[in-house]
């Protein structure tokens, strides 16, 4: 398989509330992560299905999985207490099989487009690490103790997405270097990369390819989510 994407559902979503992880919540008809799997499983692009899940959901997410039938899933494993655990869990997984790319994407991001998938896969033949992201349009400013101490030029700032698409040595060898440094929680693999000195290129993620973390974030993706069929 030249090309695998990693789907990590590590997390337990607590800032949404109710009474299991976010990525189990009802995104119209289908779990939000359906939705993610679904944008993976049906991109040409991509040969192959990784879920990292929370130890605990793991049964849930064998159920939901087989219900949807999903062909290029390889197997389902338990995540670690970080994204980076989850994320090295997935590579060592990985690590067994002939893998050239892997795209490692957050199930809380359900409406990736599938250019986007196919672009950030294309761009790997370019570079070890390319990333979505979306041009920041919002004033930034930093801030200490609850009030605003200066601004912060918006221009040339990004706000990371995924997927995050790399070459299978770049990450396992960010990864490593990372764990022997004594990191264990970075925000995601692209920071692990960059300490290695890489460049990622950027792919437009576009407006869609939102986060959902809060409610109000599900109930936007609820109205952005096309209608089925």
Known sequence: MKTVAIV?????????????PKQFTLLGEKPILAHALS????????????????????ETARH????????????????????????RAGL????RHE???????????????PEVIQEVTRRLSEAEVVTAAVPVADTMVRAADGAVRELVEREGLYAVQTPQGFRMSLIREA????LADGI????????LALRLGRRPL?????????KITFAEDLELARRLLPPAG
Not at 8 to 20: T, Y
């Open 184 to 191: 264990r929680d970075a925000g995601d693999d692209v920071q």
């Open 202 to 210: 950027i792919v437009d993620g576009g407006r869609f390819n939102i």
């Open 39 to 58: 944008r993976f499983e049906q991109a040409d692009c991509v040969d192959g299905l990784l879920l990292v899940s929370h130890p605990t959901w793991i």
């Open 64 to 87: 939901l999985a087989i219900r949807e039938g999903y062909r290029k899933l390889m197997a389902i494993i338990p995540g670690g207490p970080t994204r980076q655990a989850s994320s």
């Open 92 to 95: 060592e997984f990985l690590s």
């Open 8 to 20: 990590l559902a590590g997390g337990e979503g607590s800032r949404m509330g109710g009474g299991q």
């Open 175 to 178: 990864h490593e270097r990372a």
């Open 99 to 113: 893998v050239e790319r892997v795209l490692i994407h957050d199930s809380a991001r359900p409406l990736v487009s």
